[in-house]
């Protein structure tokens, strides 16, 4: 379950990375190819460079997550350590189905990822 959702994030964030990058590789060439400036593409810039900047912290989390998940599977399953671990797996889980919330209405979003 929580492979699936962390590729279906990674794939919307993807877009949205891409769709950013390329708005702001368009509002460049138009300055370049026009001479002018805009206001309307400096915004547009300001809000794709949010939107790589969010992306990019969103997919630390997901970093995290993993690296989590993988210093759970090495501790075994007793003692400190682990309940240290389970703990911030499951914390760090509640975070990544939050993250999805947003992408309730996409045709691939799952119900079993609601927090």
Request: proline letters at 2%.
């Amino acid at each position: 379950m929580v492979s699936d959702l962390i590729a279906f994030l990674r794939a919307r964030w993807d877009t949205e990375a891409r769709d950013a990058q390329e708005l702001l590789d368009d509002n460049q060439e138009s300055r370049t190819s026009t001479g002018y400036g805009s206001t309307l593409w400096d915004e547009q810039d300001l809000e794709a460079r949010w939107t790589l900047r969010d992306v990019e912290a969103k997919r630390k989390i997901l970093a995290a997550l993993e690296s989590a998940r993988k210093d759970l599977d090495g501790v075994g399953e007793a003692g400190l350590d682990a309940v240290m671990y389970v703990g911030k797996v499951s914390a760090l889980r509640d975070v990544v189905s939050a993250l999805a919330e947003p992408y309730a209405d996409h045709e691939d979003y799952r119900e079993e990822w609601r927090p």
